[in-house]
């Protein structure tokens, strides 16, 4: 890679404020990962259940349903900087309540499942408030997209990281260290959030009651084709394949017959993948479709789920688990980009809570689901539906993603006609 390609790929972090969010976010997203690695791992070590793996996931993430969009809300009219502030400090006393609870040995599942639950509803809070603040860290607004991109590397960067150091952490200290880890992170994102020199807040006008700016905000998807469909596209994915790694505790351990430290690795192997691909996504050239990237990488994840999930012999399946993270894991970050770059600046806040609906409103249901019908046709078997699923998917949305190439060749086409035509005459 030529220096002026490593210029490009890494040009967000001329924006002071952004390489400041970007260090804390990271050190803070790597305790996550290691929190959500121990939690799936307590909670199947204790009930040996797919289903209530898949509960567990649904409870971490269903309250987010019922409020991203009052959250979408919130992010327009207030200061998003002290919304973070105040949703990471929630979300560290949440951490420390866990360890507390585990390392004293005063804990149920259902302890951990109401923890998991006040932890999505201040999700509901952040994420809207949390995606759209990267406008206000860059100020070249052409280096956006690249900046979205790097920010999704790091979040897969931490999946790397965060599972393998769980793995260690939960075989040689505990579950109980793990959360721990995760409440001392955000001490990185309180820090990077307080250095920031941003422009003084400017509170906009918010004379509309909150249920009218809901359907305003819905009104304005109906109306922005790209954005309405970009996602219900999420929304289906999030259902019916996303949730495809609440069964990675199950192929650790039954599949694999693995430990603590075989669920760090498969996660970490995935996250390499995700890495690769959100690194290629930032070093992609400006004004490049992404929605035929969007539709490639939906058609790659279908079949890399496929192989994968009947593939018994670990380092094989290894591939097939990167291929996995590369394709499925980016396909969530294209789906942001598109949404965060052509939103309207007095909507942003509101597509953001629409597409966080989508994550955190479907996927709950699809770990229900997913665990559901592993209880009954096994792991494999269940993420092979899944593969085939991705593949209907991307055949379903094809003439949306493909509609702007279409028109191209179109005019293109009649551009060569037309010049045949001028010709003979």
């Given at each position: ?6 210029l490009?790929t890494?040009?967000a972090?001329k924006?002071?404020n ?13 305790g996550?990962?290691m929190q959500?690695?121990g ?7 204790m009930?040996h259940?797919e289903?209530?793996?898949g ?12 409020f ?7 992010s ?13 400090s929630?979300?560290?006393?949440q951490?420390?309540l866990l360890?507390?609870?585990i390392?004293t040995?005063?804990y149920s599942?259902?302890?951990?499942i ?10 509901a ?5 949390r ?9 070249d607004?052409t280096?956006l997209?690249n900046?979205?991109?790097?920010n999704?590397?790091?979040?897969n960067l ?6 393998a ?7 040689n200290?505990?579950a109980?260290i793990?959360f721990?880890?995760?409440a001392f ?5 309180l820090i990077?959030l ?12 918010h ?16 109306q ?7 996602i ?8 019916l394949v996303?949730?495809?790694d609440?069964l990675?505790?199950v192929?650790?351990?039954v599949?694999?017959k693995?430990?603590?430290a075989t669920?760090?690795y ?5 996250g ?10 930032a070093?992609?050239?400006k ?6 990237v969007?539709l ?14 009947h593939?018994t ?12 993270g590369f394709?499925t894991?980016?396909?969530a970050t294209i789906?942001?980009?598109i949404v965060?770059?052509?939103a309207?600046?007095?909507m ?15 996927l709950?249901?699809?770990?229900l ?10 792991a494999p078997?269940t993420l092979?539906?899944?593969?085939i ?9 094809s003439?949306?993603?493909r509609?702007d190439?279409l028109?191209k060749?179109e005019?293109e086409q009649?551009?060569e006609?037309?010049?045949l035509?001028?010709?003979k005459?």
């Open positions: 890679m030529t220096r002026d390609t490593l490009h890494f040009r972090f924006n002071r952004y390489a400041l969010f970007f260090a804390g976010q990271g050190i803070s997203q790597i996550t990962w959500r690695t939690v799936s791992w307590v909670v199947y070590s009930t259940s289903f209530m793996l509960l567990t996931i649904f409870a971490s993430q269903f309250p987010s349903f019922f991203s969009l009052y959250g979408g809300i919130i327009d009219r207030y200061n998003r900087r002290k919304i973070l502030l105040i949703t990471q929630a979300s560290m006393i951490a420390i360890a507390v609870l390392l040995g005063h599942l259902w302890w951990i109401i923890l998991s639950a006040i932890l999505g509803l201040i999700n809070f952040d994420v809207p408030a995606q759209p603040m990267l406008h206000e860290l860059i100020q607004k280096d997209t900046a979205l991109a790097l999704s590397a790091m979040v931490a999946r790397i990281i965060g599972p150091l769980s793995g260690i952490v939960l075989v200290f505990g109980g793990c721990l880890s995760n992170s955000f001490v990185a994102v990077s307080l250095l920031m020199k941003l422009a003084p807040f400017v509170p906009a006008p004379k509309k009651k909150t249920g009218s700016q809901l359907v305003e905000g819905f009104t304005y998807l109906k922005t084709p790209l954005l309405g469909m970009t219900l596209m999420a929304a289906i994915l999030s259902l996303w949730p495809y609440t990675i505790p192929f650790a351990k599949v694999f693995g430990d603590a669920f760090g498969i996660s970490s192997f995935m390499v993948g995700a890495i690769i691909g959100t690194f290629m996504l070093a992609l050239k004004g490049t479709d992404l929605k035929i969007l490639i990488n939906t058609i790659v994840s279908g079949i890399s789920l496929m192989l994968f999930s593939i012999y670990f380092p094989l399946a290894m591939v097939f688990a990167t291929i996995t394709s894991l980016s396909l789906c942001i980009t965060q770059v052509n309207d600046v007095t942003r806040g509101r597509a953001m809570s629409y597409i966080a609906l989508a994550f955190f409103g479907m709950p249901l699809g770990s689901l997913i665990g559901s019908i592993s209880q009954r046709i096994g078997d092979l539906c899944e593969g699923m991705a593949l209907l998917i991307a055949a379903a949305f003439p949306f993603l509609s190439r028109k060749r005019k009649f551009e006609t037309e010049d035509v001028m010709k005459l």
